[in-house]
């Protein structure tokens, strides 16, 4: 069974940092490129970061450039967002999921996606 589980989410402080590690099983990530998503109560899911299937090519939407990172350790089946200087408003369940497009593609484009993970909340106090 193909599956991808987020971990890492939690409770932290305005401007604390959590990384978050999405880790797929039944299949290797390394012919895939991951996007994180997230999704507040009452909005609609928007793209984080993404990062293609090699790791030579990454996106980042704005909110999330110069504050997060995301990277992939294909040896190990996962990828990561290092997510720091966090704000109230990044409060948001946050998915990761599997694109099986073009070697060098790294979309935000939800649609290209292929499997989704079940996500895991992130929660930052003012």
């Known amino acids: 069974q193909l599956q991808l589980v987020e971990s890492g989410g939690g409770l932290v402080q305005s401007g604390g940092s959590l990384r978050l590690s999405c880790a797929a099983s039944?299949?290797?990530?390394?012919?895939?490129?991951i996007g994180w998503f997230r999704q507040a109560p009452g909005k609609e899911r928007e793209g984080v970061a993404c990062i293609s299937s090699r790791g030579g090519s990454t996106n980042y939407a704005d909110a999330a450039k110069g504050r997060f990172t995301i990277s992939r350790d294909n040896a190990k089946n996962t990828v990561y967002l290092q997510m720091n200087s966090l704000k109230p408003e990044d409060t948001a369940v946050y998915y990761c999921?599997?694109?099986?497009?073009?070697?060098?593609?790294?979309?935000?484009?939800?649609?290209?996606?292929?499997?989704w993970g079940q996500g895991t909340q992130v929660t930052v106090s003012s």
């Open positions: 999921a599997a694109d099986y497009g073009p070697l060098f593609r790294a979309t935000m484009a939800a649609r290209e996606y292929d499997y």
């Open positions: 039944g299949f290797t990530l390394d012919h895939y490129a």
